[in-house]
């Protein structure tokens, strides 16, 4: 039976892009199975032409709990003396860069023991730094707790009964929205373009994932911290 990891998200600005292109630069309602991969791989030191690590890592089953809705902002550059493509001269590039403002994330990662121990120990100590989607949106506060492990269970489990990561009344339930890889055939199933088959620069791929979309009720408690 496989184990679950439950990592915490929370940064006042977070990006999870999954369409850009170009000078446009877009962001998904809550964190892609790229990004968190990414973030991960980060963690643990694996480079980016590792394709074999990172198909490991894709291969752990994805929920997000979105315990706070996050408000969708956009930043607004300009970049002076940008080469031409034939090479010829210098122009200016104008970009809209998308993010999330005060989001917050609990993320389930579901599969063998041995490999969210190792995923633990390296979000604790992390290789390379880590960040969401963009080096300078980093967290806010520990993904993990320094006692927390992973536990039996499956993502459902624990995004229904982990505990709310913002505070609450007492008794007052709060109903979130959750995204968890599902099977094709399921009848509810969505597509997200955003399972990642290579990191290579230049040479970037993703293949294509199903989720399901719902929405659970938790009940009012103390937030977990």
Request: net charge neutral; glycine share 6%; with cysteine.
């Amino acid at each position: 039976m496989n184990d679950v990891l439950a990592l915490c998200l929370d940064a006042p600005m977070q990006s999870w892009g999954t369409r850009s292109h170009g000078v446009d630069r877009d962001t998904a309602l809550e964190p892609s199975k790229s990004g968190v991969v990414g973030l991960l791989a980060a963690a643990l030191g694996i480079e980016r032409e590792d394709d074999n690590a990172i198909a490991e890592l894709a291969a752990l089953r994805l929920g997000v709990r979105v315990d706070r809705e996050g408000v969708v902002e956009r930043d607004y550059h300009v970049t002076q003396n940008v080469p031409t493509t034939d090479g010829t001269g210098h122009r200016t590039v104008v970009s809209e860069r998308f993010y999330l403002a005060n989001a917050l994330f609990l993320v389930a990662l579901e599969g063998p023991r041995e490999q969210l121990t190792r995923v633990a120990a390296a979000v604790r100590d992390p290789r390379y730094p880590v960040y969401f989607g963009r080096k300078a949106f980093v967290p806010a506060r520990p993904l993990l707790h320094k006692d927390a492990t992973s536990l039996p269970g499956t993502v459902e489990q624990v995004l229904a009964e982990h505990a709310q990561l913002v505070a609450t009344r007492a008794n007052e339930p709060t109903r979130v929205r959750i995204v968890v890889d599902c099977s094709p055939s399921d009848p509810r199933a969505e597509l997200r373009h955003d399972h990642p088959v290579s990191f290579t620069q230049g040479h970037r791929r993703h293949r294509t994932r199903t989720v399901l979309v719902d929405h659970i009720t938790l009940p009012g408690a103390t937030p977990c911290t």
